[in-house]
């Protein structure tokens, strides 16, 4: 009963917002019509005294229609002072303005017909969600919240304890479960950043760790041996500048993370020549590695793609640096580039390769497989990571092929520049 009382409800909102609508739409058909037949009129009468006169003279010249019997009978009666009068016939022209009238309005009054009976339906089937809405809030709004429900609800989320993962608020009400649903939801995703934040500062203590350890070490046999040894002194200077220059490094990649995390990494994005950039990074890898043969394959054409050059390029020199890192001193080191549907550069290096278990880790932060933590490099695990977040901020996509004792080939995809 109550759900055929609103409908009729609707329906009459409907057709009143309808009716005021087709009124408005009969005033300007109305208003227009009127304003064409005068203008009509005018030009006709302009084109008349035209063609009788040969020059039209707004001032100085009588002007009336006559109707003796019929519209037929029209005329237009023209005199000028001094002048006989002069008469055009006008009937003609009045029988084919009222034809054009008559179709006109019918043509109006099929339109206003049609909005009338038509449009009411719209209008109701537009007005439908809002009253959804309005039937929601009545719904919302004729719930008693006693003062027990509000006791309930305190009591339930004191006893919920944020460290108990598997603990949620139970309320017991079905006036307040979209409430208990939403508090849950909402604490679910605390404790999921909490234990990403967890996570990551432990990692990061544990791969501070070992640099420091290494540094105490030096300074130590450097207070005690280093003074008058120059052996020693010359051994704990080089181990001192390359622990610094790996935390520094891991630093400063632990405040890129950090500062992506949070939204705060600018992106230039503009026209840039991956070619150009390779060509770059490829210089500078053979400058300050003379340890492996690098090579550059480049595709005969410039390849041009929409980004923030700066971050491309680190992600060039992330790929080349891993490269380096497990690749056998006097081994290639390969540059490649080229394009289909996307744009691609790649890095191929003949080094220790991985497992496919391993492949499937290598983006996360921190992590190194075996072979990588047993070789005499270093390498925090957070480089690749960097690397990721550049080339999903280009709409981009890895491809990786990787054989234990073969080596490793990194593909980087990214979207062409439209034209």
């Keep these: 009963m109550k759900e055929k009382k609103e409908s009729r409800r609707m329906t009459s909102i409907a057709r009143r917002i309808n009716g005021l609508w087709v009124w408005k739409q009969f005033g300007s058909y109305l208003g227009m019509d009127v304003l064409a037949v005068v203008m009509i009129l005018i030009c006709w009468c302009i084109a008349g005294e035209l063609e009788a006169f040969g020059t039209f003279q707004l001032l100085g010249v009588h002007r009336k229609f006559q109707m003796p019997s019929g519209i037929e009978s029209i005329v237009y009666v023209l005199r000028r002072a001094g002048e006989p009068s002069l008469r055009i016939e006008a009937g003609m022209f009045f029988i084919m303005l009222r034809t054009g009238a008559i179709i006109l309005g019918i043509a109006q009054l099929i339109s206003l017909l049609h909005s009338l009976f038509h449009d009411a339906r719209v209008i109701r089937h537009q007005l439908h969600p809002l009253n959804e809405l309005a039937k929601k809030a009545e719904e919302i709004s004729s719930i008693a919240f006693d003062e027990s429900k509000f006791q309930r609800l305190e009591d339930a989320i004191s006893h919920v304890h944020p460290e108990n993962e598997n603990e949620h608020l139970q309320i017991g009400d079905e006036d307040l479960m979209g409430i208990s649903v939403a508090v849950n939801n909402l604490i679910d995703r605390m404790r999921e950043s909490y234990r990403q ?32 040894d120059e052996t020693v002194l010359e051994e704990s200077i080089d181990a001192l500048k390359h622990e610094a220059d790996h935390m520094s490094k891991l630093v400063e990649q632990l405040l890129f993370l950090a500062r992506s995390d949070s939204g705060r990494n600018p992106m230039t994005m503009e026209l840039v020549s991956l070619t150009a950039l390779l060509e770059e990074v490829y210089e500078e890898s053979k400058m300050i590695d003379d340890a492996h043969i690098y090579k550059l394959k480049e595709n005969q054409q410039e390849i041009k793609v929409i980004g923030d050059a700066t971050m491309l390029k680190q992600t060039m020199r992330i790929l080349a640096d ?38 499937v880790h290598i983006f996360e932060r921190f992590y190194r497989s075996d072979e990588a933590r047993s070789s005499s490099v270093g390498g925090s695990g957070l480089g690749l990571s960097v690397a990721k977040w550049i080339v999903d901020k280009h709409k981009g996509h890895f491809d990786i092929l990787s054989r234990k004792e073969l080596g490793t080939r990194i593909t980087v995809y990214l979207p062409k520049r439209v034209e």
């Excluded at 791969?207 to 003074?227: A, C, F, H």
């Excluded at 056998?328 to 080094?351: M, N, P």
């Design 322 to 359: 891993n490269a380096a890192k497990y690749t056998r001193e006097g081994d290639e080191i390969v540059f490649l580039l080229g394009e289909g549907k996307e744009a691609w550069f790649a890095v191929e290096d003949t080094g220790v390769g991985m497992g496919e278990s391993d492949v």
């Design 197 to 228: 934040q967890s996570r990551f500062v432990s990692d990061a203590s544990h791969e501070l760790r070992t640099p420091i350890s290494v540094i105490q070490g030096y300074v130590n046999m450097l207070d005690r041996w280093g003074k008058e």
